[in-house]
């Protein structure tokens, strides 16, 4: 599953980013998705709740952002735009 792999690598990246921050807590993330990325900004914000469930990204506020440019170089991905930290 595309969208699966997709989170699991956003999680992954979200945190590394709070390790390296001292973050007690990741409280905003900023995303882009592409045309082809399979996700609806509400489908993003299911698959991300599941998936922070029980880490420092538990509760985050989410800016979504979703692209319909077919022909964009990272149409089928998703990018990590900017992550809001507690320290």
């Known amino acids: ?4 792999s997709l989170i699991v690598d956003l999680m992954r990246r979200i945190d590394g980013i ?21 996700m609806s900004a509400e489908h993003f914000a299911e698959h991300f709740k599941r998936a922070a469930a029980g880490t420092v990204a538990a509760g985050a506020w989410l800016d979504v952002c979703v692209s319909d440019d077919l022909g964009h170089a990272n149409a089928q991905d998703l ?3 900017s992550v809001a930290v507690e320290s």
């Open 18 to 38: 709070a390790k390296a921050e001292g973050a007690r807590r990741i409280v905003g993330v900023s995303v882009w998705l592409g045309a082809l990325s399979h």
């Open 79 to 81: 990018v990590l735009k």
């Open 1 to 4: 599953m595309h969208e699966a």
